[in-house]
Structure formats: structure tokens, C-alpha cells
């Protein structure tokens, strides 16, 4: 076995599966008007998958009771009652509602599609600061309160009930166990019945009374929640709120109170407490121990958004930019701009060096690419040069990879260079074909000086490039080559040219997440495409 498929090997070598393998899950072409994509994920009682909306080609995510409890009408009133709940929320923390109804294989909701990950893995990847684990606290919050002005309980608060969308932003979710008011005892029982909550976050009487639950057993989940943020791991039930800021002790304390009565009643006032805290003189002197570390990381990273702008507003071409980011501090540059002779540029890059060291290295080199570009010089090459030189000249210690793009609308013609960094693949519209252009030369360093040889080809109306780099966060898991000629990665561009390029960008990411989920986990890509339009 290569060393580079360890990961793959099985975890107990030694050990029979005593179980038969699951049955694939066939996938249908349709759920309602919904064209389906791929499949999501299989759960319990229900099955999602990621769609299309029919009218605004939005990704969209349909969750499909199984068919096995369709002839159940406690579970199919707990499935209605989710899709009624969704529907009459409207807040930026809960998941919005596109449709439901019934189709050839049962009962559908049709939901937002967030890319992201639960909250449960947002605390085991990722540190916080005081500050951030605050402000995502009251994100729930709001969303609590604008479900308990509605006459809803949720029921089932948890870090797995809770997505962390790649933009941070939360979104409340599974509302397969949530109360209405309005609901008669005999018919609240009927859809609850069994299906009461998940211990660890449950509050004391929805244990002992699953019937009787009110608003302050959410705010009780809530607390938990807020302490797990606070603390930045899993409390596996074992709460001590000795270990918090003494400010937010008497806060949680307050939350977690055994009798309901003595509770917060309202989540306004727990909202009123954490948000006067947050803002208070005694957040700068209660920081937890490494929360000057979380905060250096989280202004990093918030800095390092400066080093990928958004796309080019270029006459003859439309852009997209794809950016999937992971946990570690690494990541490379992209920039545009256009050249003296009229020449479109596309320059993306990497100092490559870890952490903080290699997005300070590849800031200066951003830099050196812009001030290059404000020097007016005149031709592709002699950029190439100047560039190259600059990075060799520099003190840093790193190798320097990078690749440049030329676009030529006038002359029909494209020009790639690529040293160490990324690969271009270029679509033909006339016959749908494709060919890949990988890097030809290997990282610059102080010692080495590589000769400018630009890979030069047709360029045509209809013509789709894709620009796709990896960082050396990590060894790559894959040869892109390949990656690329894998159908359902270039089937979506060669089926889709009318499609805005920014969409079929998206569609191609989540469909590549569901076929190698390993890949996307390890390494933080960039992916910029490019459709000549005139």
C-alpha cells in the first residue's frame, strides 16, 4: 500500500463485518419540480438530497421521508409539522422554507442549502475567543426568539441542530420534534411521543414531562450550547461553571437552573445579559487562557480575505470565483488586472511555508504582483520576468509558486505559465472536448531561475476556462490531472454554457464534496472560471 492511502486503509484490519453492505440508494431525476443532483445524506426516518430550485437554479436541499414510515401517521404528522414550522419562520439563523408536498415516492420539504459544517464539528476544529463564542450565542438567540414569538418550541437545540455556513454565519435547523402552541395536548402527544430530544442538551422537565415543555427548556439547551462555545469543546454532559469568565457564570447559571420557574422566562432578558457582557469593561479582563491566540487567528484569517478580490468586470469574458477554505492557516493569492498591450491577466500564487509565516510571505508576494501591475508594464513576458526576479532578489525564506493567464480576446489566443502552481483546463465549446495545461516548471527559490515559456492555444467565443490551484497546506491527496477528467466534475460545464459561470462553479464544488469528501477536508482550493462571451 502507497503511503499516501493509509487513510483509506480500514481502522480494524482484523475484524470480520459480520453486516451486510447497505443497498445504494438509487437516486431519482426529480422531486417535485426539483431536479436532483446528488445524494446528501441518509438518516433514520428520512433522506436528503441536493437539488436545483426550478426558477432560480439556487442549490436546494429536499429531505425525503423514507419510504418505510409512510404508512406511520404519528411520523408523517411529525414530518408535515416540520415543514409548517419552517414555513412560518423568516430570520437569517433559521433555515429557510422553498416548498413541500407530495411526489411519486412519498412526502418532500424543500429547504435552503447551506455549505458549511454543524457547530458540533465548529467546536472540535476550530478555536474561538471569548469575544466570537459570544456573538455566535446571541446568533442563536435571535433565532430562539424569533421561534418563541411565533409560538414555537424547538425541542431538540443542539450543536448538531445548528450549521456554521462558510461565511459564519448560523442557521438553525430540524424541527422534526418542535412544539406549536396551538397545538391540543391529545395531538402534541401524538407527534411526540418518542421522539423526545437528545438527552445530553435535554432540560430537566422535558425528561421527566415531554408534554409540558415551555420556552425556558430551549434557553436551558441554549445554555449548554453557550458553555460548550465558551469552553470550545464538548461537555459530554458534565457542566462546571467554575471553569467560565466569573461575568458569565451568574448568566449561565441562571439558564441552567433545575426548575424552569428559576430560569430565564424570556430569551430577550438572556439575550439583554450575554449582549451587555459582550460589551462590557470585564470581557477584556476575564479572557480565557490562548484567547489572545484565537483572536491573532480570526483577524488572520479576516486579513487574508483581502488577498482574494472579487471577479474582473472584463467586456468580453464572464467571470466566477470558487474559494473552499479549511481550518489551518494556509491559502494562496489571486489577482487581475490588464496589461499596457490591452492583455487580461490572471495571476494566483503561493508562498509556501505554514501558518501565519506563509500568508504574511504570500501578502508580499500579492504585493509584488500589484505594484508590478502599476509600473505599467507592457507585455506578458517581461511581467513574467520582473515578477520572477523580485521573488528571487527578496530575503524571504520560502519557495515562491505561482501561474499566470493571459487572455487575448484580439488575437483569438490564450497564454498560460505555470511555476509549481495550479492547473488550467480548457473547455471547447465547437466540439465539447477538453485538454489540461499543468505546471511545466517547479517552485522558484533564491537558487533557482526558471527560462519564460508560455503554453499558448486557441481562444474562441463559447469557450470555458477553468483555473484550478491547491495550496501546500498539505501533500496533495489527489493528481489534479485526473481530478479533472473525472465526468462529474466536467460534465456540469460542458452541459451548462448558458448558466452563469458563478453557478455552475457552485454546482461543480458541491457535486465534487459528495464524491471525495476526504479531499475537501485537507485541502483549501481556489477555482476561477473563465467563459468567453464575445
Not at 431538540?156 to 412544539?179: C, H, R, T
Not at 477554505?325 to 489577482?335: D, H, I, P, Q, W
Not at 498591450?341 to 490572471?346: E, K, L, Q, R, Y
Request: net charge negative.
Amino acid at each position: 500500500m502507497a503511503p499516501q492511502d493509509f487513510h483509506k486503509q480500514t481502522t480494524q484490519p482484523n475484524l470480520t463485518p459480520t453486516e451486510k453492505p447497505l443497498e445504494p440508494i438509487k437516486i431519482p431525476d426529480y422531486i417535485g419540480p426539483y431536479k436532483i443532483e446528488s445524494l446528501l445524506e441518509k438518516g433514520g426516518m428520512s433522506i436528503l438530497y441536493l437539488g436545483t430550485h426550478p426558477e432560480t437554479k439556487e442549490p436546494t436541499t429536499i429531505k425525503v421521508l423514507s419510504p418505510k414510515y409512510l404508512s406511520n401517521p404519528d411520523i408523517v404528522r411529525r414530518f408535515l409539522n416540520e415543514a409548517e414550522i419552517i414555513a412560518m419562520a423568516d430570520h437569517p439563523n433559521i433555515v429557510k422554507l422553498y416548498g413541500h408536498g407530495e411526489w411519486e415516492g412519498g412526502l418532500y420539504i424543500a429547504m435552503e442549502f447551506i455549505q458549511g459544517i454543524s457547530l458540533r464539528q465548529h467546536i472540535l476544529q476550530t478555536p474561538m475567543s471569548l469575544r466570537r463564542a459570544l456573538e455566535m450565542i446571541i446568533d442563536i438567540a435571535y433565532a430562539l426568539c424569533h421561534l418563541h414569538t411565533h409560538g414555537v418550541i424547538h425541542r431538540d437545540l443542539k450543536p448538531e441542530n445548528i450549521l456554521v455556513s462558510d461565511a459564519g454565519i448560523l442557521k438553525v435547523i430540524d424541527f422534526g420534534i418542535a412544539q406549536l402552541l396551538t397545538e391540543t395536548s391529545e395531538e402534541a402527544l401524538k407527534v411526540r411521543q418518542g421522539l423526545i430530544g437528545t438527552p445530553i442538551y435535554m432540560s430537566p422537565e422535558q425528561r421527566d414531562n415531554p408534554e409540558s415543555v415551555g420556552y425556558p427548556s430551549d434557553i436551558y439547551s441554549l445554555g449548554i450550547i453557550s458553555f460548550e462555545l465558551i469552553q470550545g469543546k464538548l461537555s459530554l454532559g458534565q457542566i462546571h461553571l467554575s471553569l467560565l469568565p466569573k461575568g458569565i457564570q451568574k448568566i449561565l447559571a441562571k439558564s441552567l437552573q433545575p426548575k424552569p420557574e428559576d430560569r430565564y422566562q424570556d430569551i430577550v432578558d438572556f439575550i439583554t445579559d450575554i449582549s451587555s457582557y459582550l460589551h462590557s469593561s470585564n470581557l477584556q479582563k476575564e479572557k480565557l487562557a490562548g484567547d489572545y491566540l484565537s483572536e491573532i487567528a480570526e483577524n488572520v484569517k479576516e486579513a487574508y480575505k483581502s488577498l482574494l478580490p472579487p471577479p474582473p468586470l472584463w467586456p468580453e469574458v464572464e467571470c466566477g470565483i470558487l474559494t473552499h477554505k479549511v481550518r489551518n492557516l494556509s491559502g494562496g493569492f489571486y489577482e487581475f488586472f490588464t496589461l499596457a498591450d490591452g492583455s487580461f491577466v490572471i495571476i494566483n500564487g503561493e508562498a509556501i511555508a505554514e501558518g501565519v509565516k506563509g500568508i504574511l510571505y504570500t501578502s508580499v508576494m500579492r504585493g509584488m504582483a500589484k505594484g508590478l501591475q502599476s509600473s505599467k508594464v507592457s507585455t506578458p513576458k517581461s511581467f513574467i520576468l520582473d515578477y520572477q526576479q523580485l521573488l528571487i532578489k527578496d530575503s524571504m525564506d520560502s519557495l515562491f509558486a505561482f501561474s499566470c493567464l493571459v487572455l487575448q480576446p484580439s488575437l483569438n489566443q490564450l497564454m498560460y505559465y505555470s511555476c509549481g502552481y495550479g492547473d488550467l483546463l480548457l473547455l471547447k465549446k465547437e466540439n465539447e472536448s477538453f485538454e489540461v495545461l499543468t505546471p511545466k516548471a517547479s517552485p522558484i527559490s533564491i537558487e533557482v531561475n526558471h527560462d519564460i515559456h508560455f503554453e499558448k492555444r486557441p481562444w474562441i467565443i463559447g469557450d470555458t476556462l477553468l483555473l484550478f490551484s491547491h495550496t501546500y497546506g498539505l501533500d496533495p491527496p489527489f493528481n489534479q490531472p485526473e481530478f479533472f477528467k473525472e465526468p462529474w466534475w466536467v460534465q456540469p460545464f460542458l452541459d451548462r454554457f448558458h448558466t452563469p459561470m458563478q453557478k455552475q462553479l457552485e454546482n461543480a464544488y458541491r457535486r465534487a464534496k459528495t464524491q471525495n469528501l476526504d479531499l475537501w477536508q485537507r485541502q483549501a482550493i481556489n477555482l476561477i472560471g473563465i467563459h468567453r462571451l464575445t
